[in-house]
T-cell receptor
């Protein structure tokens, strides 16, 4: 089983739609969680951190479910500019060692 | 403020050749990271540094060496390149560790080993 798993997609959605992605992780000791966005042939950029209480940034909402070991990203009112690959990131710092695990990404295509 | 820059942007090597990738950041960040990204694999951490003069192994360190002689620079070396090292290499930096802080990525280096 992969440490971090994402549905690769692609998710093809019309403009204005709501779309949700999930990401599951296998290490229950994981400490921090993030969503990054990566445009085609570009570098990843932080979209948002994911907190236990859930957090929202405009049209984007992130949730963490520690019991079931998954995080989610909800995008409301999708825009053409949201087309990208969304990477889930799980981190752990233990015994002086930093572990950063990226998912393979979920590709979103927003269609006019 | 350039952020994180990487040199070179593209490179083609023959098997057995060596090269060094340079990462530079102007944000005074303590932490720096080297990742590789391959299709279907996601980004994988090669080596990282928690400050000037320090380095540590990540998930896939074999075949690579790193040095952090200056706070703003993090070098990734391939002593004897292999076709399996064909990849896109990203450098990143953060003020604190990746567990607590945003990682800022460079634009990437596309390396092909023939």
């Amino acid at each position: 089983r992969k440490e971090v798993e994402q549905d690769p997609g692609p998710f093809n959605v019309p403009e204005g739609a709501t779309v949700a992605f999930n990401c599951t992780y296998s290490n229950s000791a994981s400490q921090s969680f993030f969503w990054y966005r990566q445009d085609c042939r570009k570098e990843p950029k932080l979209l948002m951190s994911v907190y236990s209480s859930g957090n929202e940034d405009g049209r984007f909402t992130a949730q963490l479910n520690r019991a079931s070991q998954y995080i989610s990203l909800l995008i409301r009112d999708s825009k053409l500019s949201d087309s990208a690959t969304y990477l889930c990131v799980v981190t752990l710092f233990s015994g002086g060692y930093q572990k950063v695990t990226f998912g393979t990404g979920t590709k979103l295509q927003v269609i006019p | 403020n350039a952020g994180v820059t990487q040199t070179p942007k593209f490179r083609v090597l023959k098997t057995g050749q060596s090269m060094t990738l340079l990462c530079a950041q102007d944000m005074n960040h303590e932490y720096m990271y080297w990742y590789r990204q391959d299709p279907g694999m996601g980004l994988r951490l090669i080596h990282y540094s928690v400050g000037e003069g320090t380095t540590a192994k990540g998930e896939v360190p074999d075949g690579y060496n790193v040095s952090r002689l200056k706070k703003q620079n993090f070098l990734l070396g391939l002593e004897s390149a292999a076709p399996s090292q064909t990849s896109v290499y990203f450098c990143a930096s953060s003020s604190r560790g990746a567990s607590t802080d945003t990682q800022y990525f460079g634009p990437g280096t596309r390396l092909t080993v023939l």
